[in-house]
């Protein structure tokens, strides 16, 4: 799929065949209009590192506590941020509310939006060698993160662990329901959990960083990562795809089995499957 961009694309978010966007360095927005992918008119020159669409808008967030919100088809910088955080994942619900998350300094944070403020919680004791890498929201206000190595869930004033600490690093989220979530990370790692079987974790060789995960049921998902792989779940297990790339992927979203974005480095944009 031509690009507009040679820039590290970070993620991608899609509502309909003829509505996605993807965001990464430099303050990149492209729009993909059904046709073709263009820019967007971002607002901003800052590191975007995730995007969401959900009741006809969005939010993107980045470095320097940066979120973007998304207003018919223009971004513009949400002049109520309250942190100053690296925000590395955002996920909101048609019902307007949202959730991002992100670290300053030693302090892991997650930002709520309630339909009218966002509103900031330090998670967790400071720690300087821990992180929370991606953030997913279901319809009923159920959150999920990918938080060091662990699978997590909102309280409502801070994450708890739904699975035991392993030497990985967790990147990316999304769950089927409240009650079964995939996470993908480091050394291969493919994370399922769920609220019966508890977690199961399988690694590939040769351990690819897996950055990015999203499904459309319980039975398609899809995950990727460096040198261009991608893998696919089809309910009972991961198999590898083929791919036209050996660029790092990042972002993976889409509408449907037959409806697949993915990004990644160099402005890749993929189409499938």
Known sequence: MPSTTTATLRDVAAVSPT???????????????????SAAGSPTSMNLYSVTLAGGGGWAVGEG??????????????????????LTGVSAVPTGSAIAVGKEGDQRQALVWNGAQWTKFATGAPNPNTEVSDVFRLADGTS??????????????????????????????????????????????????????????????????FHG???????DVWAV???????HWNGDGWTQVNSPTTQELYGVSGTGPTDVWIVGAGGTLLHGP
Do not use: C, K
């Not at 998304?70 to 941020?81: D, H, I, K, Y």
């Not at 990562?225 to 893998?231: E, P």
């Open 213 to 219: 995960v999203w499904g459309s049921s319980p039975s």
């Open 19 to 37: 509505e996605a966007y993807a965001v990464g360095f430099r303050g990149t927005v492209l729009r993909w209009d059904g046709i073709q992918w």
């Open 65 to 86: 506590g940066t979120i973007l919100s998304l207003t018919g088809s223009t971004w513009s910088v949400a002049g109520n941020s309250p942190t100053g955080a690296l």
């Open 144 to 209: 999920f993160a990918a938080q060091d190595s662990s699978i997590t869930r909102w309280t409502g004033t801070d994450w708890e662990s739904l699975t035991t600490p392993t030497t990985t690093l967790l990147q990316g989220v999304w769950a089927s329901s409240a009650d079964e979530v995939f996470a993908v990370g480091s050394s291969g790692v493919l994370m399922r959990w769920t609220s019966t079987a508890g977690r199961t974790l399988e690694q590939r060789a040769p351990f690819p960083f």
């Open 225 to 231: 990562g460096s040198g261009g792989v991608i893998m």
